[in-house]
């Protein structure tokens, strides 16, 4: 099994979407969030991916949207509660279904898409999903942004939560992501990743696309599986962060 270099700082991305890159990524990360058939992924992909990541002795966790494969989870659905209560509660478990097989506990759970956003910023979503993880994944850790409704609701109720940063997507001064739709919504730079990156796991601060210092809390860094050049960027960032001094900070 290969072993890898130990990072003072999780690096996860976002797999199992068959975009072609999750075996490139694999090596470089330390926590990996499959796609569970919301917005991406089945049974073989699932299956695949697990294997993937026991291989090279990476966490991990599973990456329910809505369900809403025809905008890759990326629009808000219009979505009883109680539906989408269930499909969530319904993807989560092609994850772990296959865990269990194995006798191997899930790591996490980390939400996609417009899901994730919206429950960064929406109380009522945020006590939805507190309410379906305290039901069934009590002690499950989750991934959700610094300072979101899901992370502080979570929290209140025992949730383990960490906090998540992006190393390749722009911010808005509220501290949620600037949306997919905005040209200026990721970064394809690695220089301009590396000093966002630097800035928030070393000065504990991003700049929003307006300019404006934020502080912000980084306990797992995600770079995303379908970015062009995902693989060269997750390698980089395991390097960087394969060091817990960086030179000149």
């Known amino acids: 099994m290969h072993e890898l270099k130990k990072n003072f700082l999780d690096i996860n991305a976002d797999l199992g979407e068959q975009t072609g890159n999750d075996a490139g990524i694999m090596p470089y990360i330390s926590s990996c969030n499959i796609a569970c058939g919301g917005h991406a992924g089945g049974r073989d992909s699932i299956r695949y991916t697990i294997d993937l990541a026991l291989t090279h002795a990476v966490k991990i966790g599973a990456h329910p949207s809505y369900p809403d494969r025809e905008n890759f989870g990326r629009k808000h659905m219009d979505i009883s509660k109680e539906d989408l209560s269930e499909n969530i509660l319904w993807q989560i478990c092609q994850i772990q279904s296959y865990l269990n097989e194995l006798k ?79 040209p200026d919504a990721c970064i394809e730079d690695w220089g301009e990743i590396k ?34 050049g995902a693989i060269e960027t997750a390698k980089k960032l395991h390097q960087l962060l394969s060091n817990s001094e960086m030179p000149g900070l």
């Open 104 to 182: 191997i506990p899930l790591h996490h759970i980390k939400f996609h898409g417009a899901l994730y956003n919206e429950a960064a910023t929406d109380t009522n979503l945020a006590f939805l999903i507190v309410d379906l993880l305290k039901h069934h994944f009590p002690t499950i850790l989750i991934y959700a942004p610094f300072g979101s409704k899901l992370a502080i609701l979570a929290a209140a109720e025992g949730i383990p939560v960490k906090h998540e940063v992006f190393a390749d997507r722009r911010y808005q001064d509220d501290l949620t992501l600037v949306p997919r739709s905005s």
């Open 195 to 228: 000093r966002q990156v630097e800035e928030m796991v070393y000065r504990q601060r991003v700049k929003s696309i307006n300019g404006n210092w934020l502080p912000i809390q980084a306990d797992t860094l995600c770079v995303h599986g379908d970015h062009p």
